[in-house]
Structure formats: structure tokens, C-alpha cells
């Protein structure tokens, strides 16, 4: 199993441009999320969802779409990317009667 | 969200054990009291949960206070690679297996001296 993976693990853009950090998951979980940290923080909960064709936002979603096709994908997309969006940004999945949630290693993002 | 605080930072020695406090005086019946880790450049990983009794795994153990408002994860002989920051999160049971809205605070950073 691969678990939680995630890419790129680095990129570095420019304002105004958009991309997409891809998630995936081959544990066959219902529910996946992202997350973003900034320096010295805690993690901030951007986007969810509970299965295929259903996502909802979290505590910071404002610059971020999602969207979920199938069970083990979870993209997450920046529209037009600003400094204030240079974070770490984490994926994440749990099965839907579990507790325990898997993380991705992280993606770094620079915007310049 | 019933909210925890933590000590910002806390330092161990190899080899000796580490109790890690959680203070949650506003916590609810229906929340599970979660811990999760976050080495250096690493996502978070899942660490111990529980409800009211006390918990033990391999990685850990989670001692709960009677009346809940606290709680204290136990490792019980530190390592370099348990060097790391320690999150204390409430879950709140009642939402089900939908809730994702793990609010993570600035957690306890764990120094560990060799």
C-alpha cells in the first residue's frame, strides 16, 4: 500500500498562476481532505469530502477549488496564485466509520 | 469546538519517559480526545484516541483524568525519533464518521536530548 500520495512535493509559482496538487489514496477511503500550514502553525482545514461527487468547504477555502470523480483521487486547485497562499499543504483520508486519519507527505509551495 | 491548550514546548531525555499534557475543561461527552504527531517535513500521523478509560498501543499510552477536562500522553522511553510536535485534538463523536474538522492547534513541541 502507498497510502496517501501526493504531488508535486515542491513548486515554486508565480502570482496569478493556477495548478493543481494531486492527491491520491489506494486504501479505498470515503472521506479525503486538505489541509494547509503556515510556519509555526497548526493545520487549516481548506476543503473536504465524504465520498465521490460530494466535497464541501473547510475553515479557509477562499482561493482553492476541489473537486472528487472517483474514490481515490482529491485534487486540489489554485485558481490565481497569490504570496498569501505559500504554504505546506497536506492530504489526508480516513475510512468512514474510523478513527484514524492518514496523512500525505506534504507539498511545498512557494508563490513569488 | 471544544478547544485544548497545550505547553508550546516541552525537552526529554533518551531513554526516560514523557508525559505530555492536554488541558480540555470545556470538553463535551460525546468527544474523543485524539493525539497525533508531526515529525520534521512530515505530515501529522495518528498517535492514540480515547474516550474515558485510559489507552495503550505500541506507540503510547493516553491517560484521561476522571471528570475529562484533561489528559496526558505518556511515552514511556523517549527517543530521538519520537522528537516531534504533539497535537491534542477533540473529536467530537456525535457528528459521526463525516467529521473532518480536526482543529489543529500549535501543538507541544517534544525536544528529545540524546
Known amino acids: ?8 512535493k515542491f513548486q515554486v509559482l508565480k ?12 486504501m479505498n477511503h470515503e472521506y479525503m481532505s486538505w489541509y494547509r500550514q503556515d510556519p509555526g502553525m ?3 482545514l481548506i476543503h473536504y469530502s465524504v465520498g ?3 466535497t464541501d468547504q473547510g475553515e479557509v477555502p477562499n482561493g482553492y477549488n476541489v473537486s472528487r470523480s472517483t474514490t481515490e483521487d482529491f485534487p ?3 485558481l490565481s496564485a497569490a504570496p498569501s497562499q505559500t504554504s505546506v499543504y497536506f492530504c489526508a483520508s480516513k475510512i468512514g466509520s474510523g478513527n484514524t486519519i492518514y496523512f500525505g507527505e506534504g507539498s511545498w509551495l512557494t508563490v513569488v | 469546538d471544544a478547544k485544548t491548550t497545550q505547553p508550546n514546548s516541552m ?10 499534557p492536554c488541558n480540555h475543561s470545556t470538553i463535551s461527552g460525546t468527544d474523543y480526545i485524539h493525539w497525533y504527531r508531526q515529525l520534521p517535513s512530515q505530515g501529522p500521523e495518528y498517535v492514540i484516541h480515547g474516550l ?3 489507552v495503550n498501543n505500541r506507540m503510547a499510552s493516553l491517560a484521561i483524568a476522571e471528570d475529562r477536562k484533561s489528559s496526558t500522553l505518556i511515552l514511556h522511553r523517549a527517543t530521538l525519533r519520537d522528537a516531534a510536535v504533539y497535537y491534542c485534538i477533540l473529536r467530537d463523536r456525535a457528528s459521526g464518521g463525516s467529521n473532518y474538522k480536526l482543529t489543529f492547534g ?7 536530548n540524546p
Request: with cysteine; proline share 4%.
Open chain 1, 1 to 8: 500500500n502507498a497510502g496517501v500520495t501526493q504531488t508535486p
Open chain 1, 15 to 26: 502570482t496569478g498562476q493556477s495548478m493543481t496538487l494531486q492527491c491520491a489514496q489506494d
Open chain 1, 42 to 44: 497548526g493545520l487549516r
Open chain 1, 52 to 54: 465521490a461527487g460530494i
Open chain 1, 76 to 78: 486540489l486547485r489554485l
Open chain 2, 11 to 20: 525537552e526529554s531525555n533518551e531513554e526516560e519517559p514523557v508525559h505530555l
Open chain 2, 52 to 54: 474515558t478509560s485510559n
Open chain 2, 106 to 112: 500549535k501543538g507541544t513541541l517534544l525536544t528529545v
